[in-house]
């Protein structure tokens, strides 16, 4: 069964701090991996999306890696901001498949 | 900008109710999907739609039902509502597959709330 485990369930950091949350998969065969941003109440919004051949992605403070072979990936949030603060959705989509898979979230808290 | 709106943000209705929750977006789009997060369990797939008139069973259709008569809108019913069906409801709405980066645009959420 495809499943998406994510790493911590919840993280709480101080204001200008780095951090990296994890996301491993057994989804087969892979067509892409994105990592979401949801802020309570809200939908998902999307921050990367990689494929098979990228191995890292960025989006301003936020960099995502990818090891396709151990299916693995990381995100990384550097010089974090309160505005971080909110779940982070690791989401894998199989090739030739409308459906993804979802991690269930790491919760970020970002505190002064 | 992709938008995808749903009816209400916040949603309060009584066991045995028909519910409607309506979704709309402006892309084009050919599939949408419904889905529902709980605490614990994270997005779980409803139903989906590729095409008009189209749809397909998700993870956990049972209890609910769709409709999708035009594009650009898809609509989740729940029958008879039961307080199992608290929960927050997100639609999502993505380009004709094949492509590597097709990507899933989400709606803000409904909030529903089954007394």
């Given at each position: 069964k495809n499943q998406v485990e994510q790493s911590p369930q919840s993280l709480i950091i101080l204001e200008g701090k780095n951090c990296t949350l994890q996301c491993n998969y057994t989804v087969s065969p892979f067509s892409n991996l994105r990592w979401y941003k949801q802020d309570t109440g809200r939908g998902p919004v999307s921050l990367t999306i990689m494929t098979f051949s990228e191995n890292t992605k960025s989006n301003g403070r936020y960099t995502a890696t990818l090891d396709a072979d151990t299916k693995q990936s990381s995100l990384h949030i550097t010089?974090?901001?309160?505005?971080?603060s909110a779940s982070y959705i690791c989401v894998v989509k199989g090739a030739g498949s409308y459906q993804l898979t979802f991690g269930k979230g790491t919760k970020l808290s970002v505190i002064p | 900008d992709v938008k995808v709106t749903q009816s209400s943000r916040y949603l309060v209705k009584r066991t045995g109710e028909k519910v409607f929750l309506e979704c709309v977006q402006d892309?084009?789009?050919e599939n949408m999907f419904w889905y529902r997060q709980d605490p614990g369990l994270g997005l779980r797939l409803i139903y989906f739609s590729y095409d008009v008139k189209m749809k397909e069973k998700g993870d956990i259709p049972e209890g609910y039902s769709v409709s999708r008569e035009k594009k650009e809108r898809f609509s989740l019913i729940l029958e008879s509502a039961s307080t199992n069906q608290t929960s927050m409801y997100l639609c999502a709405s993505s380009p004709h597959?094949?492509?590597?980066?097709d990507e899933q645009f989400f709606g803000p959420g409904t909030r529903l709330t089954v007394l």
């Open positions: 010089a974090s901001q309160l505005s971080d | 892309m084009d789009h597959g094949g492509l590597a980066r």
